[in-house]
């Protein structure tokens, strides 16, 4: 009998492992997302901070109406921020489906050290369109809580090296024509759900939702 | 006892299918301490990762407490997150993976390293003597070995 309880145990992990991985859990027909739906109809979020020229950009203003991917990340993170800024590289060069214009926009959550020129050399190495913003502590915890996410706290040693983050979302929010986010990609998300989600989210119409 | 094994196999399949294509990485032989898919993804920038998977057959419960290279200013053994650990837990018996998202290797320092590169790393454990290997350096952002 334990044997047999070992063995359901693991088979459980595996599903439980499987549903854990997201991607695919939700239909295929038309309109859906095989990332995780956002059913709150949360709008674009509005924050202003500093752009890799220096110059001030406000998010809202900037992206209003076009398919927007915005993602909260830092440029010390060994693993989780390349593959997603990879693996969406990698999406926005895809043939299969007809994608829209796409503005990929990364918000440092570590500005002490995500200086404009690191972020600009960092995001260069993915694709140059990619838009990197940094300000103040203080500006990108509100940027955090303008998209609805909770605030990562960088932790740093007396020279001022970060030793860790601790609350940072992992997710990409893919935000629609409309100024809506209807979707959340999670670490490990595949190239080809980038590709499919991005193509849904290019048919929606701008203004769709009134502001 | 073979649909146990069974069980195993769709386990590791499942953990596999969130950095991979490829089905289960097969186990080591018995009475070793086996190192396998290896690699390092081009780095961003100078900060790097390491990822493997250690099998460990010996008998013996161990540790991985170090890995070293001359391409890295600095290395740390990290748990998921980027928790610095005395020793990630290599129990007998059992496959440990350093996968993105998870435990890994961090490499600083890391100037100049490009996909097609190789890394010569030395592994160091608590019990089982120094393994060094030569490291594939991946595409960026890469999620498993080239």
Redesign the interface.
Known sequence: LRRGLRRAGMLLLAVTTIAACGGSTGSDAGGSFQGTELTEGAARPSFTLTDTEGQPYDFAAETAGRTTLLFFGYTSCPDICPVHLATIATALETQDVVLPDVEVVMVTVDPERDTQEVLRSYLDKFDPSFVGLTGTLAEVEAAQEAAGLTVAVPEADEDGNLTGIVGHSAQVIGIGADDVQHVAWPFGTRASVYAHDIAELGRLEPGAAAP | MI??AA??A??V???A???SEESGIPRGPDGELTVQGAFV?E???S???LYLVLDNRTGTDDALVAATTDAAAETAV?GA????VDGLPLPDGQQTALE??GA?V?LSGLDGVEAGDTLVVTLEFAVHPPITLEVPVA?????EAP
């Open positions: 649909r146990r069980a195993a769709v386990l399949l499942a953990l299918a969130c950095g993804p780095p961003p920038l900060l790097g990762a990290h997150g980027m928790a610095d993105p998202g890994h961090m595409p960026i952002g890469s999620l």
